[in-house]
């Protein structure tokens, strides 16, 4: 098994709350926020890809009250 290599969000410079990325051998894509390291998503790159272009279309804006 490999360690991961995460990488921080280059948006989170000053925050202290901040998104990390790292990517298994086979390509499956973890996610982690930075409060909570120990809580980690994974997901595919087609699915995060998809994720982000729904995001950007503001999909996901009536969850934001």
């Given at each position: ?18 998104l ?12 982690r ?17 998809d ?15």
């Amino acid at each position: 098994m490999s360690t991961l290599v995460w990488h921080k969000s280059s948006y989170c410079q000053a925050a202290s709350n901040c998104l990390n990325v790292a990517s298994d051998a086979d390509g499956t894509i973890r996610l982690r926020e930075s409060e909570a390291p120990d809580t980690v998503l994974t997901t595919t790159p087609a699915r995060l890809g998809d994720f982000i272009r729904a995001a950007k279309a503001g999909e996901f804006d009536h969850l934001n009250p």
